[in-house]
Structures are given as structure tokens and as C-alpha cells.
């Protein structure tokens, strides 16, 4: 019986294909296997079609969505299919992985030199989704996180990128708190506060981070844009005020 997981999607790309993806999707190693030999170097194409959000998995996605690690090993050891291939959204297995929280399969992937920077179509990398998915076993967080500062500032970008100013403020006030000889963490609190649209605030941060490193152009560039939007409107304000 096919798996409600390719529903809308049994017949794409053909019944060989169909056939691989629903043993790596079961976890069987042995049909993952024999319809391997019968497609050759088709596996490596090999991508779900008419699924929605799952268009472009291929086998190696749908085997970390479901934490199937015998099956990654055979796809990414055997195969050498790459590891860090992507979907249509720009997901790779690891950030699969994370997103169905398997974590012997976050390990074997990292393990076997999964990039946890590749960002997806979104700006979203591994560490932003484990991040924000509140996923910090801590073996995987030896991997991802290299120091609090840092998982601080990746999630204030998580937040930031997801449209919630509160908590990306949150997090770029303690990002700030355990290193404030970061420029970036300046960078992170002004970029939180131009969400929530406190230009004057943002100025400020954005200012005390370029004091700290003078020939960042990213904090630069940053800094330009709520210092014209701050003078713009308080500036016409005390221009309207002084003629009564």
C-alpha cells in the first residue's frame, strides 16, 4: 500500500522511483538496494514531483525524514550521493533531519561532512532551524553551536527572518550581554529594532557596533538605513514644531 506520504505524487518520475522512495521512506534496505541496482545513476535525479512542499526530495531526504540510518549510510557511503543535496526550498538532509528531530541521523550527517551553513531558499541554515525548533540535544549543539553568543545571534536572525521583532530582540540583548566586544551582536540588536521600527534605538546599536570594527560595510550599509528614516521623520517633526 503506498505511504500517505506520497500521496498526490505516486506515479511521478515513474514506479521504479516510486518503488526507492517508499523503502527509504520505510526504512527497507534491502528494496532501497534492489532499486538502486535497477535505476543505475537515476538515483542521484531521483526527486518527488506534484507533492507540494516536498518537491525535490530525493532519496536521501526522505530517509532522514524518518531518521532511517541504515539507509543513509548505504545512499551517502555506497552511492556517494551528496550529502548535502537540496529540495525545490533549498533544504538539505541535515536540515530534514532537524526538522523531524532524528538525532543519530543529525550526527551521521555532520559526521560525514554535512555543511550546518548551507542556508535554504529562505536564509535559513541547519543551526537556525535546530535553533529555532528548540532542538538542543547536546551532542548535536557540540556540533552546531560553537559558543551561547553565537547560538544567541543565529537565533535573533531565526526570529528576525520569521517576522517577530520581540524575540529577536530578546535574543540580541543577551547575545549582547555575554559578548559585548561583538560587533555582530550590535548588528543583531539594530536589526531587531528596525523590525520593530525604533530607528532611534537602532541607530544607536548599529553605531556602537561600526565603533567596534570601522570597516565593517554590512554595519556600515545597516546604519544608513534607520539614520535617514529617524531624521526623516523626527527631523520634519522639529521642522513643523519651530513654525508653530
Known amino acids: 500500500m503506498a505511504s500517505a506520504f506520497f500521496n498526490g505524487a505516486m506515479y511521478a518520475g515513474g514506479w521504479m522511483q516510486h518503488m526507492l522512495f517508499e523503502a527509504a521512506h520505510n526504512g527497507d534496505l534491502?528494496?532501497?538496494?534492489?532499486?538502486?541496482?535497477?535505476?543505475?545513476?537515476?538515483?542521484?535525479?531521483?526527486?518527488?514531483?506534484?507533492?507540494?512542499?516536498?518537491?525535490?526530495?530525493?532519496?536521501?531526504?526522505?530517509?532522514?525524514?524518518?531518521?532511517?540510518?541504515?539507509?543513509?549510510?548505504?545512499?551517502?557511503?555506497?552511492?556517494?550521493?551528496?550529502?548535502?543535496?537540496?529540495?525545490?526550498?533549498g533544504r538539505t538532509p541535515l536540515i530534514i533531519a532537524i526538522v523531524f528531530n532524528h538525532v543519530s541521523t543529525v550526527e551521521y550527517l555532520l559526521d560525514r561532512g554535512a555543511d550546518a551553513n548551507k542556508a535554504s531558499h529562505n536564509g535559513l541554515t541547519p543551526i537556525h532551524f535546530a535553533i529555532c525548533l528548540g532542538f538542543v540535544d547536546p551532542k548535536v549543539a557540540l556540533y552546531l553551536y560553537p559558543d551561547d553568543a553565537t547560538l544567541f545571534?543565529?537565533?535573533?536572525?531565526?526570529?528576525?527572518?520569521?517576522?517577530?521583532?520581540?524575540?529577536?530582540?530578546?535574543?540580541?540583548?543577551?547575545?549582547?550581554?555575554?559578548?559585548?566586544?561583538?560587533?555582530?551582536?550590535?548588528?543583531?540588536?539594530?536589526?531587531?529594532?528596525?523590525?520593530?521600527?525604533?530607528?532611534?534605538?537602532?541607530?544607536?546599536?548599529?553605531?556602537?557596533?561600526?565603533?567596534?570594527?570601522?570597516?565593517?560595510?554590512?554595519?556600515?550599509?545597516?546604519?544608513r538605513y534607520p539614520f535617514c528614516l529617524f531624521w526623516s521623520h523626527y527631523g520634519n517633526m522639529a521642522y513643523d514644531d519651530s513654525f508653530g
Open 153 to 223: 545571534s543565529n537565533r535573533s536572525l531565526c526570529w528576525h527572518r520569521m517576522g517577530d521583532g520581540g524575540k529577536a530582540l530578546l535574543d540580541a540583548h543577551e547575545c549582547r550581554k555575554l559578548r559585548s566586544d561583538w560587533p555582530k551582536a550590535y548588528y543583531r540588536l539594530g536589526a531587531a529594532l528596525m523590525l520593530l521600527k525604533d530607528y532611534e534605538s537602532a541607530c544607536e546599536a548599529l553605531y556602537n557596533g561600526f565603533k567596534l570594527d570601522p570597516g565593517n560595510s554590512e554595519i556600515e550599509d545597516a546604519f
Open 30 to 89: 534491502d528494496l532501497v538496494r534492489g532499486m538502486a541496482m535497477l535505476l543505475g545513476e537515476a538515483v542521484q535525479a531521483a526527486r518527488l514531483r506534484g507533492t507540494g512542499p516536498l518537491d525535490g526530495m530525493g532519496a536521501l531526504h526522505i530517509a532522514a525524514s524518518k531518521g532511517r540510518l541504515e539507509v543513509c549510510r548505504y545512499l551517502v557511503e555506497e552511492l556517494r550521493l551528496d550529502v548535502d543535496d537540496t529540495d525545490q526550498e
